[in-house]
T-cell receptor
Framework: DAKTTQPPSMDCAEGRAANLPCNHS???????VYWYRQIHSQGPQYIIH???NNETNEMASLIITEDRKSSTLILPHATLRDTAVYYC????????????????FGKGTLLTVNP | GAVVSQHPSWVICKSGTSVKIECRSL??????MFWYRQFPKQSLMLMAT?????????EQGVEKDKFLINHASLTLSTLTVTSAHPEDSSFYIC???????????FGPGTRLTVL
């Protein structure tokens, strides 16, 4: 899996948008960008993933640059419950021909949402 | 949907005893389940990949005779920590991959403390 680089920590005011960046300059053509978050002492929670196009779901939006070397996770209206470590992970797709479905977790970004 | 449970949520045991942790996919079938370990203030580290009906694939450095994994059905995988020692104290988390999908969904984790 390609490596990712994320800032170790970020702060955001409650109610404002949280924009979490991720660099993945060595990503290859068949690798997806996945975002998970982990609230303290809980298992990771899936947020969103994408390949090339921007994606949006009920939790967040994912913006992937045209060259796919970086992406941004956007939480449109952050709440206190969004305080967590956010992980950006790139990995091969199911149809890439490989059997490696592993997720390699880095250190992530600790997002702290302040009142 | 895509709910993964773990049991127990926490366990305390004496050194030298064995502990079994269960991971269940509640509302879907999971051909592949993964076991991770997380030490305090560190990221998740993959221990092994478990495919239903076959032997687990362990990551380098993980002792397969110490961490026994059984994946007997499409909804249940178990991890048994044999002859546990204090250094095995950790947060153990499982994940499950939906049949036909790439996304992994994580359980809430099991906190193991070995005295």
């Amino acid at each position: 899996d390609a490596k990712t680089t994320q800032p170790p920590s970020m702060d955001c005011a409650e109610g404002r948008a949280a924009n979490l960046p991720c660099n993945h300059s060595t990503i290859s053509g068949n690798e997806y960008v996945y975002w998970y978050r982990q609230i303290h002492s809980q298992g990771p929670q899936y947020i969103i993933h994408g390949l090339k196009n921007n994606e949006t779901n009920e939790m967040a939006s994912l913006i992937i640059t045209e060259d796919r070397k970086s992406s941004t996770l956007i939480l449109p209206h952050a709440t206190l419950r969004d305080t967590a470590v956010y992980y950006c992970i790139v990995r091969s797709s199911l149809n890439s021909g490989g059997s490696n479905y592993k997720l390699t977790f880095g250190k992530g970004t600790l997002l702290t949402v302040n009142p | 949907g895509a709910v993964v449970s773990q049991h127990p949520s926490w366990v305390i045991c004496k050194s030298g005893t064995s502990v079994k942790i269960e991971c269940r996919s509640l509302d879907f079938q999971a051909t592949t389940m993964f076991w991770y370990r997380q030490f305090p203030k560190q990221s998740l580290m993959l221990m092994a990949t478990s495919n239903e009906g076959s032997k687990a694939t362990y990551e380098q450095g993980v002792e397969k005779d110490k961490f026994l994994i059984n994946h007997a059905s499409l909804t249940l995988s178990t991890l048994t920590v044999t002859s546990a020692h204090p250094e095995d104290s950790s947060f153990y988390i499982c994940s499950a991959r939906l049949l036909g999908e790439d996304t992994q969904y994580f359980g809430p984790g099991t906190r193991l403390t070995v005295l």
